[in-house]
């Protein structure tokens, strides 16, 4: 079965810092792996996906993460922070095949950015 | 991508009546879409698999008879929740997959309130 877990509700940063949001599954087939963020009462917005065609992805608004089949980890990384990366960010997995699209998400990480 | 509106975005309804809420893939067909369910800081759960031309799949622990989900076209699917309690005041996501491109297409959410 697969499960999505991410480790800290909360991220505080200040604005031009490292960000890092740390995800970890759990599955029995490679999986398929995404980060969305979601701004208050919207809906989710597609960072970057993981489809076994490269372990270092790059996604929009500078953010990237790297699969790491070693660590069952797909940690999101953006060198800076700016204030309009504040909001709330959902890591989630699905196997292939059939069953895709029944996406498992993670507990979801708030970002705040201090100026 | 493609586009999924909901309709409508928000709704505020008495406890006993039945909600509808639509989905609709603006631009792009497809025989399958879901249904999440977000409650008040947590994350999103899959409630069911909305299939074109056949009955809908539940998960484990939503109930079919309260949550009626019909398939109308391959551009619509509509959830509708009946008998509506307090407790069934969430915000109701539904996606649209891309198997080809291994993507999702989230829609903008509904807000259902349930006084």
């Known amino acids: 079965a697969q499960s999505v877990t991410q480790l800290g509700s909360h991220v505080s940063v200040s604005e031009g810092a490292l960000v890092l949001l740390r995800c970890n599954y759990s599955?029995?087939?490679?999986?398929?792996l995404f980060w969305y963020v979601q701004y208050p009462n919207q809906g989710l917005q597609l960072l970057l996906k993981?489809?076994?065609?490269?372990?270092l992805v790059k996604g929009i608004n500078g953010f990237e993460a790297e699969f790491k089949k070693s660590e069952t980890s797909f940690h999101l990384t953006k060198p800076s922070a700016h204030m309009s990366d504040a909001a709330e960010y959902f890591c989630a997995g699905v196997a292939g095949g059939t069953s895709y699209g029944k996406l498992t998400f993670g507990q979801g990480t708030i970002l705040t950015v201090h100026p | 991508g493609a586009v999924v509106s909901q309709h409508p975005s928000w709704v505020i309804c008495k406890s006993g009546t039945s909600v509808k809420i639509e989905c609709r893939s603006l631009d792009f067909q497809a025989t399958t879409m879901f249904w999440y369910r977000q409650f008040p800081k947590q994350s999103l759960m899959l409630m069911a698999t909305?299939?074109?031309?056949?009955?809908?799949?539940?998960e484990q622990g939503v109930e079919k008879d309260k949550f009626l989900i019909n398939h109308a076209s391959l551009t619509l699917s509509t959830l509708t929740v009946t008998s509506a309690h307090p407790e069934d005041s969430s915000f109701y996501i539904c996606?649209?997959?891309?198997?080809?491109?291994?993507?999702?297409?989230f829609g903008p959410g509904t807000r259902l309130t349930v006084t």
């Open positions: 996606s649209v997959p891309d198997i080809r491109r291994y993507e999702q297409y």
């Open positions: 993981y489809t076994s065609a490269a372990t």
């Open positions: 909305s299939n074109e031309g056949s009955k809908a799949t539940y």
């Open positions: 599955s029995s087939v490679p999986p398929y």
